[in-house]
């Protein structure tokens, strides 16, 4: 997979040098570009904003260096990856979701826009969106100073489903929020040796050895961290996936059905 990336602070990207995007990199899996988006500047200050129009607080990017950095990336493309998918990250865009991670994750070529200040002049967004697939993404609802911490959180997020990337093949379906077999509950606590740490042991039925019995005491486990901690995942999820021993852990938990969708909810307060 090729990534590049268009940024006024490249030297923020550096961890993608690290780690497992690194090591990703380095085993040929994909190709990262990071550019200076004031390498299209043309004047003494190379200036990348200006006062926006209409009024109002802040700067906006103008959009003569990115139609040309964009223009320079695109031509720059090996036929074989045919255009890129340009992935914009502002706190106004659809939300980043492991859903949207997989469907990236097939793509041969991404290319990243981070903007600093109070974003890109639109125009850009609409010149490019007459030519590729733009994609206006946030990583949650805060506003960070600019677009290049989402691209690590992105990047990291699409390089690990890239296949020879992690170690385990597996690893990855029981994520918490992968399509599939754990889906749409969180995952509950991990263990490993030693047996005992500062009086703490390890819950018995991890030491059992019943495989039966350990994937039913991690799903208990993930409704209940799930409860906890995103009930608006249970309240959601399509109660004909949850089997008999769901549905008893669920009612242990204070859960109930609706009377009339048949999904689960819990009385108000709790
Ligand atoms: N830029 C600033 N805040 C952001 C967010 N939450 N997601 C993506 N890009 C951003």
Redesign the pocket.
């Given at each position: 997979m090729r990534l590049d990336v268009v940024s006024i602070f490249p030297e923020y990207l550096e961890p993608l040098n690290v780690s497992l995007v690194g090591k990703a990199r380095s085993r040929g899996v994909l190709d990262v570009r990071v550019h200076d988006l004031r390498d299209w500047t043309h004047d003494r200050h190379h200036t990348v904003d200006d006062t926006p129009y209409g009024g109002g607080p802040g700067m906006v990017m103008k959009p003569e260096p990115w139609g040309e950095a964009l223009d320079h990336v695109l031509a720059s493309g090996e036929p074989a990856h045919g255009r890129p998918v340009l992935v914009v990250?502002?706190?106004s865009?659809r939300p980043f979701t492991q859903e949207l991670a997989v469907e990236l994750s097939g793509e041969p070529w991404l290319v990243f826009t981070p903007?600093r200040y109070e974003g890109i002049d639109r125009r850009v967004i609409e010149e490019y969106g007459e030519r590729l697939d733009v994609r206006e993404?946030?990583?949650?609802?805060?506003?960070?100073?600019?677009?290049e911490a989402?691209v690590l959180v992105m990047v990291e997020a699409i390089a690990r489903l890239l296949p020879g990337v992690l170690g385990n093949a597996a690893s990855h379906q029981d994520d918490s929020f992968a399509p599939g077999a754990m889906a749409d509950l969180l995952e509950g606590p991990v263990y490993t040796k030693p047996p005992e740490w500062r009086g703490r042991g390890i819950p018995e039925v991890l030491l059992s050895g019943h495989h039966g019995r350990i994937a039913r005491w991690r799903r208990d486990q993930a409704f209940a961290r799930t409860t906890d901690h995103r009930p608006d995942l249970i309240e959601r999820c399509d109660p004909d996936t949850l089997d008999k021993h769901d549905r008893a852990a669920l009612e242990e938990l204070g859960w109930h059905r609706d009377a009339e969708d048949g999904h689960w909810q819990r009385p108000a307060g709790e």
């Open positions: 990250p502002t706190p865009g903007a993404v946030s990583i949650g609802d805060y506003v960070l100073a600019g677009g989402p």
